[in-house]
C-alpha cells in the first residue's frame, strides 16, 4: 500500500468518527501533520489534554472502524 493511499483509508475512517474534539485532534494529527502543541492551542486545550483527546479518539476510532 502507497502511503497516499494509507492516509486516503485513514482520513476516511476517521471521518466515520461522530464531530467531537477527538475527531478534530486525530484528524489535524494524522491527516494534516499539525503537532501536538499546535493542536492544543488551536482547539483552546493544554497539551496534556489534547494528548488524552488523541487516546481518546484513537480507542472511538477502534470501536467505528
Given at each position: 500500500?502507497?502511503?497516499?493511499d ?13 464531530e ?15 503537532t ?26 477502534l470501536?467505528?472502524?
Amino acid at each position: 500500500i502507497k502511503k497516499r493511499d494509507a492516509i486516503i483509508e485513514i482520513d476516511r475512517a476517521i471521518h466515520k468518527l461522530p464531530e467531537t474534539k477527538e475527531k478534530t485532534v486525530l484528524a489535524e494529527y494524522y491527516i494534516g501533520r499539525m503537532t501536538i502543541p499546535k493542536i492544543a492551542e488551536g482547539i483552546g486545550v493544554s497539551v496534556r489534554h489534547c494528548h488524552r483527546l488523541k487516546q481518546n479518539g484513537f480507542k472511538m476510532f477502534l470501536e467505528v472502524n
